[in-house]
T-cell receptor, first 118, second 110 residues
Framework: GAVVSQHPSRVICKSGTSVKIECRSL??????MFWYRQFPKQSLMLMAT?????????EQGVEKDKFLINHASLTLSTLTVTSAHPEDSSFYIC??????????????FGEGSWLTVV | SQQGEEDPQALSIQEGENATMNCSYK?????LQWYRQNSGRGLVHLIL?????REKHSGRLRVTLDTSKKSSSLLITASRAADTASYFC??????????FGQGTRLTINP
């Protein structure tokens, strides 16, 4: 079946530095990917929709200059947390939409990336 | 943005009992999906129900959808300890993005 891979699964970075998280669709092309953030014991909050070859669409309240999203190819979207602070520590999950016929589009999720900012 | 509420927020039952979780949403939808998440892990897709469907079964799972009330329920029958997890509903609307509910933390006691 389709697989979406995220890397790294865990990362620790120093406050003030930037960290990049990758989301790859391994056996299908994804023109659209989504980035979510999840704080402990809370739900997934949609941050932005990543569109291949164009700018990402950010949800209200999400700082686009802080969370840089690049979707340069049909199989890769990256989320860069710039000038990270401890409050950015969270679980980040991506998903990719696989376009299909018949039953329509299917969305697949990555395994998530734990970010800890110290 | 969150789509709506799930209740209960937490549910603790004995192994073998049935677990029912409810989800309400606010906008019109194309479909509603239920996911499971073990602590600190990714999401596992459980079941999808389309807006023109009222009930769907998959193994020990039964999902209902009432679009007039904008609500859905997930029933897990004959629960097992391995069912312990958080369960989320998510709606897919016209914007083609999944929006998640608050989730229910389910604990199955052996």
């Amino acid at each position: 079946g389709a697989v979406v891979s995220q890397h790294p699964s865990r990362v620790i970075c120093k406050s003030g530095t930037s960290v990049k998280i990758e989301c790859r669709s391994l056996d299908f092309q994804a023109t659209t990917m989504f980035w979510y953030r999840q704080f402990p014991k809370q739900s997934l909050m949609l941050m932005a929709t990543s569109n291949e070859g164009s700018k990402a669409t950010y949800e209200q309240g999400v700082e686009k200059d802080k969370f840089l999203i690049n979707h340069a190819s049909l199989t890769l979207s990256t989320l860069t947390v710039t000038s990270a602070h401890p409050e950015d520590s969270s679980f980040y999950i991506c998903s990719a939409r696989r376009q299909g016929s018949g039953s329509g589009n299917t969305i697949y999720f990555g395994e998530g990336s734990w970010l800890t900012v110290v | 943005s969150q789509q709506g509420e799930e209740d209960p927020q937490a549910l603790s039952i004995q192994e073998g009992e049935n677990a029912t979780m409810n989800c309400s949403y606010k906008t019109s939808i194309n479909n509603l999906q239920w996911y499971r998440q073990n602590s600190g892990r990714g999401l596992v897709h459980l079941i999808l129900i389309r807006s023109n469907e009222r009930e769907k079964h998959s193994g020990r799972l039964r999902v209902t959808l009432d679009t007039s009330k904008k609500s859905s329920s997930l029933l897990i029958t004959a629960s097992r300890a391995a069912d312990t997890a958080s369960y989320f509903c998510a709606t897919l609307g016209g914007a083609q993005k999944l929006v998640f509910g608050q989730g229910t933390r389910l604990t199955i006691n052996p």
